[in-house]
């Protein structure tokens, strides 16, 4: 019989955090109901927004834990998924010392946090397939690696990791494993939410700003233990996610139906768009994806991006990413915005 994984928290938590006392605000110290608040040093005026937001968002987390089917306990929520993804090498990596593992090319701010922590940075290129490399990723993982962080769907290449890979970087790598599912709503793969219990070690994230339609609201969701939680919890700002976005949030979620409808929207559109662009000449390729993107192949992709820059349009040009040479990233956008892309592009 397969023995069941374990994870002790404890012991990968740099010491530091593990033995600090975390601030208490005075929204932690008081739990209950009361009329007259002169504990946290507010303006008595202006309400509703003079006074602090809920540090633990827990009206939010119930209506997230019901649609996504993660216990609240298991749910942390920040200023954009940008905030776990800096949180969670500040709780593990010791700065000088520890170091965190991904792949290339993949989500530029895993690097970018792991450099503002001085946390050494190790990525294993992908695939030709743009699959992991998995004797190379498990070859590079000494003891100094504490976090592994995976992208699926992948950002920029758009495609989902092969399950069978993730689940054995989880079962072999004794630290944590971050699987970034920004863009999961646009793939028909499941979620990894769903294996949180088999796999203590296992952070995934989400997001309101891909599918939800919510960038400007900046909020951002990690699933994991109870016991991970709590660290993240722990070092987290105190009113981490503000009043507005809560407030925000919430309305969104109520209406799944809005989301799904748009979801519809932009899936027929990125099907369009495929069709479209491999019926240029100027394409050279158009790689597979389960994202809100397509990467494609355009030969010159600086000629090609100025081009479209020249007309209002703006794409992402990958072409000094490495296994992107010649690409562009392109987000699908509304019937008319794609039609305005594609219209230029013939004329190239
Ligand atoms: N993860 C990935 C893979 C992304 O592409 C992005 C944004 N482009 C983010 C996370 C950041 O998301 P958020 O807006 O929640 O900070």
Redesign the pocket.
């Known amino acids: 019989m397969k023995t069941k994984k374990t994870f002790d928290v404890e012991a990968w938590v740099r010491p530091n955090v593990r033995d600090m006392q975390p601030y208490s605000s005075a929204r932690d110290e008081f739990h209950g109901h009361a009329s007259v608040f002169l504990d946290a040093n507010e303006n008595p005026y202006n309400a509703p927004y003079n006074r602090y937001p809920d540090p633990m968002q827990w009206t939010l987390k119930e209506k997230i834990s019901e649609i996504k089917s993660v216990p609240k306990a298991s749910i942390f929520l920040g200023n954009?998924?940008?905030?776990p993804?800096d949180l969670l090498l500040r709780a593990f990596c010791e700065p000088g010392k520890d170091s965190m593992l991904t792949f290339d090319p993949?989500?530029g701010?895993y690097q970018v946090a792991a450099e503002i922590n001085n946390v050494a940075c190790k990525r294993v290129k992908l695939k030709e397939d743009f699959q992991m490399d998995m004797p190379a990723m498990l070859g590079a993982i000494d003891e100094t690696v504490k976090l592994v962080y995976l992208?699926s769907p992948?950002?920029p290449t758009g495609n989902s990791l092969n399950r069978a890979d993730v689940c054995r970087l989880l079962e072999s790598f004794p630290g944590i494993v971050v699987v970034?599912e920004?863009?999961i709503d646009f793939s028909a793969a499941p979620s990894f939410s769903r294996d949180l219990s088999e796999y203590p070690n296992l952070v995934v994230?989400q997001?309101?700003?891909k599918a939800w339609g919510a960038?400007g609201i900046?909020?951002?969701m990690a699933f994991a233990s109870p016991e991970i939680i709590a660290v993240l919890n722990k070092i987290k700002y105190p009113y981490n996610v503000n009043q507005l976005t809560q407030e925000r949030a919430l309305e969104l979620l109520r209406h799944p139906e809005r989301m799904q409808e748009q979801l519809t929207q932009i899936l027929s559109e990125r099907t369009r768009l495929q069709k479209s662009l491999s019926a240029l000449p100027l394409v050279r390729k158009l790689y597979p994806t389960d994202a809100n993107f397509i990467l494609t192949d355009v030969g010159n992709a600086d000629e090609v991006y100025h081009k479209l820059v020249e007309k209002g349009i703006i794409v992402r040009n990958r072409n000094r990413v490495t296994l992107c040479s010649g690409c562009l990233r392109i987000t699908v956008g509304t019937k008319e915005e794609n039609d305005a892309l594609l219209a230029v592009l013939k004329e190239i």
Request: proline share 0%.
């Open positions: 954009g998924s940008d905030e993804i993949t989500y701010m992208c992948n950002n970034d920004a863009y994230l997001t309101l700003s960038a900046r909020l951002g």
